[in-house]
Nanobody
């Protein structure tokens, strides 16, 4: 399974970005999907997750109400819509896929990772 994240860039505080993650190699419908981020000097942290069908979503408290995760299994793509961005959202964002059921939050639950896309929010 290969994951390719895109859509990062430089945006002013209060602005919006939409990240995409294209999945290839196997059907994305087999996988729960997640977005994580890693800021300089910090550990990689959970941002958002979505189950296989898209019927359940999960968010870190820090992004709840501002970010929305969604998926299109027909297009093998998962999205992260980020609104009201803050400077503290600056990080490399990674998409990840998990094959088995279970908690969406721990990064150790995920089997495959994309290469990351940089999001920079200026104040």
């Amino acid at each position: 399974v290969q994951l390719q994240a895109s859509g990062g860039g430089l945006v002013q505080a209060g602005g919006s970005l939409r990240l995409s993650c294209a999945v290839s190699g196997r059907s994305m419908s087999n996988y729960g999907m997640g977005w994580f981020r890693q800021a300089p000097g910090k550990e990689r942290e959970f941002v958002a997750g979505i189950n296989r069908s898209g019927g359940s979503t999960y968010y870190a408290d820090s992004v709840k109400g501002r970010f929305t995760i969604s998926r299109d299994n027909a297009k093998s793509t998962v999205y992260l819509q980020m609104n009201s961005l803050k400077p503290e959202d600056t990080a490399v964002y990674y998409c990840a896929a998990k094959l088995y059921s279970g908690s969406m939050y721990p990064r150790t639950e995920y089997d495959y990772w994309g290469q990351g896309t940089l999001v920079t929010v200026s104040s």
